[in-house]
């Protein structure tokens, strides 16, 4: 068995380069480092999966167990030299590769057809506001970030999701737009 490369296999390794960590920790730097706009960490369990898998793989050991009397006992992991090499393949790979990953929303629009224009549009202003959003909590984040003095490199990811939502949310305006002028129509399924 050869463990898949994934954003959260990826970000599992990268962090244990940083430092060997028990799950708690590597949770806690997701969040603290913004990595979760970028990696599913929603439901622990998955990333227990990865870890177990990678230690499977021998990508990642147990390097010691501590006990502390106020929380459960906790293994700390670390990368392995095969990790560390695994790592930066599927970086070059996933830097590289530029393939369609299948998100829902592009999904959800090539079936607007089924409802009417309207409510298109009124499910599209919906977004807007949450991209919107979206984009105020990232300049925050961003901010805050630089504020640390965090290069810019450690912020590309930011840089990035601001882009793409920041283009999501023009497009949209311009559709309903379309739609609210009557540039835009269709008669709904």
């Given at each position: 068995?050869?463990v898949?490369?994934?954003?959260?296999?990826?970000?599992?390794?990268?962090?244990?380069?940083?430092?060997?960590?028990?799950?708690?920790?590597?949770?806690?730097?997701?969040?603290?480092?913004?990595?979760?706009?970028?990696?599913?960490?929603?439901?622990?369990?998955?990333?227990?999966?990865?870890?177990?898998?990678?230690?499977?793989?021998?990508?990642?050991?147990?390097?010691?167990?501590?006990?502390?009397?106020?929380?459960?006992?906790?293994?700390?992991?670390?990368?392995?030299?095969?990790?560390?090499?695994?790592?930066?393949?599927w970086?070059?790979?996933?830097?590289?590769?530029?393939?369609?990953?299948?998100?829902?929303?592009?999904?959800?629009?090539?079936?607007?057809?089924?409802?009417?224009?309207?409510?298109?549009?009124?499910?599209?202003?919906?977004?807007?506001?949450?991209?919107?959003?979206?984009?105020?909590?990232?300049?925050?984040r961003?901010?805050?970030?630089?504020?640390?003095?965090?290069?810019?490199?450690?912020?590309?990811?930011?840089?990035?999701?601001?882009?793409?939502?920041?283009?999501?949310?023009?497009?949209?305006?311009?559709?309903?737009?379309?739609?609210?002028?009557?540039?835009?129509?269709?008669?709904?399924?």
């Amino acid at each position: 068995m050869t463990v898949r490369s994934s954003p959260l296999a990826l970000t599992v390794l990268a962090l244990l380069m940083y430092k060997p960590q028990h799950m708690y920790g590597i949770q806690r730097l997701v969040q603290e480092w913004g990595k979760d706009l970028v990696v599913n960490v929603g439901q622990r369990t998955s990333l227990y999966r990865t870890v177990e898998r990678l230690a499977d793989e021998g990508l990642v050991a147990a390097r010691e167990t501590q006990r502390h009397q106020a929380y459960p006992e906790r293994t700390v992991y670390e990368v392995t030299e095969a990790g560390r090499e695994v790592a930066r393949t599927w970086l070059g790979e996933m830097l590289a590769d530029a393939r369609y990953e299948f998100p829902r929303f592009p999904a959800a629009l090539s079936h607007v057809l089924m409802i009417s224009p309207a409510e298109t549009a009124d499910h599209l202003r919906r977004r807007l506001a949450t991209l919107t959003k979206q984009l105020q909590d990232m300049e925050t984040r961003l901010a805050d970030q630089s504020d640390d003095g965090l290069d810019r490199v450690g912020l590309l990811e930011f840089e990035y999701l601001r882009a793409v939502t920041a283009a999501e949310a023009e497009w949209i305006r311009s559709v309903v737009d379309d739609v609210e002028s009557g540039r835009l129509t269709w008669t709904s399924a």
